[in-house]
């Protein structure tokens, strides 16, 4: 008992990040042995568990509302997995541990469906395999120099190469995960690990429409995105004229709406990652504060006009390549919840019921832009600055946190003097 109690170690746990690349799938022939037998037995697995799940109905009662609610029962994994493997070995011809990959697969797939299931979501007829990958597991590929050797049958090998690609040089030294093979294509992961370092900036960010309104401790800053607003716009009106185009031409729209699809796609994932590589060579060994946003939530409020707008914005994406991207420069993203950031007075903590493009306090005449106020409330929540309510002239939010020690002796600021620590930063300037 009193082993387990003790510290194996005092070294703080190690961390990684994957970044992945793909490479051309040149082995289509060979690849495609392994694919048609994975997507056999995973089709298998799928019907085997599918006979075993139980689907009940029944009626829910709240208020003088009838709701229809569904519980769906898988079969469980330690009670079958057996049972389950030896039968799928029978009809197997390849490497056996595919089959203990693909198991988790169809668990993957029934759990995801099962969720969705439940919430009304998805229907309740069996899942169906549209395009099938193999996420090769690491006893199944061996690493040598530049390329890997991925192993499909007993002494059958496949060979991938990523010697000659443009990233080459990037993944020099690094470790390979488990590759993902499809038809086209090879996604090769690559495990960086993360070196410790310690945030020595704050920069809390309220995402709006066409702007990211951000405040740093000392000023604010306005990131303009309407360009990537805009390019959402165009590409929406193209695809609403190949949508009219593919009701007489079914086949050739089809292949226009994929293609623009995919062009629009490329086009805002370029964007992003441009904007936040200028954003982290901005604020380097920094702890970014993001909003935890729900857009589904946001629609149920908003009007027909609101709506498709917040349909064309992308947050999420930039949140999530900020996150991915921070610890290659030393930085970390947190995130925080967004209820009443624009409404709150950062000074005192009074709460407005309604706000325009301009918040004032009622209580003690605190005036801001609603965007920048958004902003400064993220970073006290990050910062956890408490509101001051024995001391209402000092405006905490404008001392960064560098300066907490002399927040006593700090000298109050007016909304009007942080209202001109606004700073201006369009998309052209930082690409």
């Known amino acids: 008992m009193l082993r387990n109690l003790r510290l194996k170690t005092f070294q703080p746990e190690e961390e990684y990040i994957y970044l992945t690349y793909s490479i051309k799938n040149d082995k289509k022939e060979e690849s495609k042995v392994l694919l048609e037998n994975y997507r056999v037995l995973l089709q298998k697995a799928l019907d085997w568990l599918w006979e075993r799940t139980k689907i009940e109905r029944k009626e829910v009662k709240k208020g003088k509302k009838i709701f229809m609610k569904t519980k769906i029962t898988l079969p469980k994994k330690k009670e079958v997995y057996k049972t389950l493997r030896d039968e799928l070995e029978k009809i197997n011809v390849l490497a056996s541990h595919y089959v203990d990959k693909l198991i988790n697969d169809a668990y993957s797939i029934l759990k995801s469906w099962k969720r969705r299931a439940e919430k009304g979501q998805a229907s309740l007829r069996k899942p169906r395999l549209k395009k099938v990958y193999v996420r090769v597991k690491s006893t199944l590929r061996k690493v040598e120099g530049e390329s890997v050797r991925i192993t499909i049958k007993p002494y059958e090998y496949i060979t991938f190469s990523w010697s000659h690609t443009w990233f080459s040089r990037r993944v020099k030294g690094l470790e ?256």
């Open 176 to 431: 390979l995960g488990e590759p993902i093979i499809k038809e086209d294509k090879v996604y090769l992961p690559f495990r960086y690990k993360l070196p410790w370092f310690t945030s020595l900036d704050f920069l809390s960010i309220d995402s709006n429409l066409y702007t990211l309104d951000a405040y740093d401790g000392d000023k604010f800053i306005t990131f303009s995105i309407k360009e990537l607003y805009s390019l959402k716009y165009g590409m929406q009106l193209k695809r609403a004229r190949v949508q009219s185009f593919t009701s007489k031409h079914p086949k050739k729209g089809k292949e226009l709406l994929k293609k623009y699809s995919h062009r629009e796609r490329n086009r805002v994932m370029d964007y992003v990652h441009k904007f936040v590589n200028k954003l982290l060579e901005m604020y380097p060994f920094t702890l970014f504060a993001v909003e935890k946003l729900n857009k589904q939530s946001m629609f149920e409020d908003a009007s027909d006009s609101l709506s498709r707008k917040i349909s064309r914005t992308v947050w999420r994406t930039i949140h999530r390549v900020l996150k991915y991207k921070a610890p290659l420069y030393g930085s970390f993203v947190k995130e925080v919840n967004p209820h009443l950031t624009s409404k709150s007075c950062p000074r005192c903590g009074w709460v407005s019921r309604k706000v325009g493009g301009t918040f004032r306090c009622v209580r003690c005449g605190f005036t801001l832009d609603r965007q920048l106020n958004a902003s400064l409330n993220i970073y006290l929540k990050m910062c956890g600055f408490p509101h001051i309510r024995d001391i209402p002239r000092v405006w905490v939010g404008v001392i960064p946190l560098k300066g907490q020690k002399r927040m006593n002796g700090a000298m109050p600021r007016d909304s009007g003097e942080a209202q001109r620590l606004r700073v201006d930063i369009e998309y052209y300037e930082i690409l």
